[in-house]
């Protein structure tokens, strides 16, 4: 195990004490509270629970199953779920005979590594293949402590075909996060398995070496971003960055420069990645999960440690503002430390295939604590399921689709979207551009005018094409926005205060449509707070038509009328709820689909005119009724169906004021009439 190995940038020779210590510290086990009890209910039952998945068999019919849900897959045969029972295992001889059982029908079942097996691709599927080294390593290291003899040499066996597997160049999975795992897998098995010849570990070490070198040289950007466009992924291939130089240094005794420079370059991405509650914003395949903890400061950054705690630890970032425009992103706050400051995101991000949404020249605004202008987020890996073809598509995106059909999620146009270099003018302003020419015979050009409070946004989405098309500027609101929808504005209110108007110039508008939770084979109008979750929010489609054509929509924020909002709900503490579609078809009119009966202290519904717009806000559930408008005791406005929050054009002056007639189950009760406001 002496072999130098240059050749990789990584000077010296290894120590193969030094390194086997290591590896066999990380391999310290650790449990979940409920471990014993799931060991022996998974001995008893053959089966787990998982939180998303809910009950998995691992024993189907006396038999490991292979499923038709690949995330379930991976977890049962990359034996994933037994991650959290080590340290049980350690501590009793009964809880390693249970799990023994597992090891070795697996071994029996599956073990006989051939290729033209039927199951061959989900069994051996590349990660999954390396995730299983990985826990074999840690199993054999806790049943060799007990000297269970008769299990070890079974996965010894299995350790030994399968990082001959992962060593071959054609199961190689290449430089991207999957082929990452199989070498560093194929590293620990080098370095652990002492009753391997040594030359075979050495060329496996030498060749685990240099493909997680190309690998973390490949996955970068020149400004540090990891190229599979989230967040998560960013910070979690900057975690392996730093295991990595740990691993180096404990076999070489030093750490080559590139890898420190590779985590620094790193840590400003990820700082401006944090929206102002403390978490990722939901771009690509990210999960919006609390970032406290030691695990996740891999940067020893101060300023990392002041976005996650929301500035309550480290020390304030010395910028408000980044502009990443080889790799595709834009950020700007209005301040740091406060849950309620304003943040936007400019995304023109196509740096590689895995984890890559459709979209491209998505803008994403958060303000007063509240998700404003969102995304729908990840919802999993089945692409049959419409939930998750809607997640990657353009359609779950702030951008413009070109005549109803989503960009494809992937088609290996990365030169087609660029993001511009920023500037700010005399007033302060921000300007900035970016373009999307991935249509067949489109060219999309996102031009913002960003003020630096966020309470003004001018958006300019330029279309060039020689043909004639049907063009939807797409909208997605967050999970707190009630929608009212004029004939070339909305506005959006939370708890009856409005906090966002969005106007619309230019093309002649043929309509504007409404979706809060359609289903079916072509949902719309959804948010996934976590993989398998769902819940409807609001998402409106501008359709225009023409052929080279410009839309303007000029966004206002309003800070003031936002003061009177409660304490705000962080949008990783979102309902998780399932909530059911609603219908297959469009409304113009948001609102639930089901009667309910109206409580007494929701008849005092409430008038209030902001920025020539009468609101009208209907405590309680909402309920079905008749509700018309006066102006001057003259009959302006009636509506008729469910009532909850409404808004009316009030260019006019003089006094308003509204009339509520209950129908349906509260038809017994009397009407009731707002007080007059009057507009001067």
Known sequence: MGRSIDDVNIYGSIDPSSSRDYILSKLTSYSSNDSIHEIRNFAQNGSIIHPLWGLIEIFANKVIPVTGNNSVNRYIHGWIFLTGWYESLESSLDNLRLVENFVLEWISEYGNIQRNYTNFMTIYHDETTAQRLK??????????????????????????????????????????????????????????????????????????LKRISEYFKYSFTSEGVHIEHSPSYHLMVSRHIHEHSQFVRAAFGKCPPELGKSLKDAEMHAIHCIQP?????????????????EKNNVFASEEFAYATSVGKFGRVPNTRTLSEPESGYFFHRTSWGNSSAGYLAFVAAYNGAYHKHSDDLHLYLWKYGYELLTESGPFGYQMENPMVKFAFSQHAHNCVVVDHKSLPRHDRKYDRVKMGVYNVDESGDILISASNSRFTDTVHKRSLYVSDDLQEIRVEDQLDSESHHTYSLIWNFGQFLKISIFDNHVIGCINSVPVIRLDFSGPMIEKIIHFSGRGGARPRGWRFPKFGHKHANSQIQVIFEGQSEKIITKITTYDRDAERLKKPVPSHHLSELSVQASSDTASTTP????????????????????????????????????????????LLHEHRGLVKNFAWSAEQKGKYRARIFPKGINRTMKPFTTDWVIVS
């Open 135 to 208: 826990a074999a390593i840690r199993l054999h290291h806790i049943y060799a402590a007990r000297d269970r003899r008769f299990l070890t040499l079974k996965l010894e066996r299995l350790m030994d075909e399968t990082a001959a597997l992962l060593a071959t160049e054609e199961f190689y999975a290449g430089k991207n996060n999957h082929g990452m795992f199989q070498s560093k897998a194929l590293r620990d098995y080098a370095v652990y398995a002492d009753w391997a010849d040594d030359f075979v570990r050495s060329e496996y070490l030498g060749t685990s």
């Open 277 to 293: 509650n403390g978490v990722f914003l939901p771009l690509s395949d990210s999960a919006q999960v609390s970032l406290l903890g």
């Open 591 to 634: 609102g639930p689909v089901a009667d309910n009966q109206m409580e007494l202290n929701a008849l005092f519904g409430t008038l209030q005119h902001q920025d020539k717009v009468m609101l009208f806000h209907l405590p309680g559930k909402s309920t079905r009724a008749v509700i018309r408008l006066y102006h001057d005791h003259q």
